[in-house]
């Protein structure tokens, strides 16, 4: 299993501003280590360098602050 971090630009619902979160961020907000994070950018996501496997974690910066993993990945 690995970690598929995918840095973005999200609006707060908290504030309403805009705000960039870093891979690095990601990984605290979603307590996961990243030395088994994958980062994903936007040019990685158009040019097709980022394969998916079968496992994978994706993990995305959310407008509403809920970065709690999916249910089914909590109990691995």
Known sequence: ??????PSWIISSTDGERHFIKA???AKLYNVPF??????DHTDRIA?????????????????GNYK?????ESK
Do not use: N, T
């Not at 299993?1 to 995918?6: A, G, N």
């Open 69 to 73: 993993l999916p249910q089914s990945q």
């Open 24 to 26: 690095g961020e990601l």
């Open 35 to 40: 030395h088994k994070c994958l980062v994903v």
């Open 48 to 64: 097709g360098h980022y394969i998916p496997r079968k496992g994978d974690v994706r993990l995305y910066a959310r407008a509403d």
């Open 1 to 6: 299993m690995r970690f598929v971090l995918f």
